[in-house]
Nanobody
Framework: QVQLVESGGGLVQAGDSLRLSCAAS????????MGWFRQAPGKEREFVAT????????YYTDSVKGRFTISRDSAENTVYLQMSSLKPEDTAVYYC?????????????????WGQGTQVTVSS
């Protein structure tokens, strides 16, 4: 069972960029499709981005398309979320998640392993 640890969150201004990292350990990283989700205060957790096991397919929620990029580095056992043109509405705790499957998925219930989350705050 893989374990996940996110990092890279922080306080930034609107329009800035930030890169989140999620380091995986204790399992075979290449066996997992990966996803990023976020949860803002008082709101339900929502899907952000996902990447398949072989890194050749990704999918994003509409609100981040063109601004966020998900990628993975198998040598580093890490998945990244590059965020640019950040907006105050991107403020949330960001979680990475692992799905023991080849294909990406935007449904949180399909992910069995989650990190502890990293806070991203975007000021206006």
């Amino acid at each position: 069972q893989v374990q996940l640890v996110e990092s890279g969150g922080g306080l930034v201004q609107a329009g800035d960029s930030l890169r989140l990292s999620c380091a995986a350990s204790g399992g075979t990283f290449s066996n997992y499709a990966m996803g990023w989700f976020r949860q803002a205060p008082g709101k339900e957790r929502e899907f952000v981005a996902t990447i398949n096991r072989s890194s050749d397919s990704t999918y994003y929620t509409d609100s981040v398309k063109g601004r966020f990029t998900i990628s993975r580095d198998s040598a580093e056992n890490t998945v990244y979320l590059q965020m640019s043109s950040l907006k105050p509405e991107d403020t949330a705790v960001y979680y990475c998640a692992a799905r023991y499957d080849s294909f990406w998925c935007s449904t949180s219930d399909e992910y069995k392993t989650w990190g502890q989350g990293t806070q991203v705050t975007v000021s206006s």
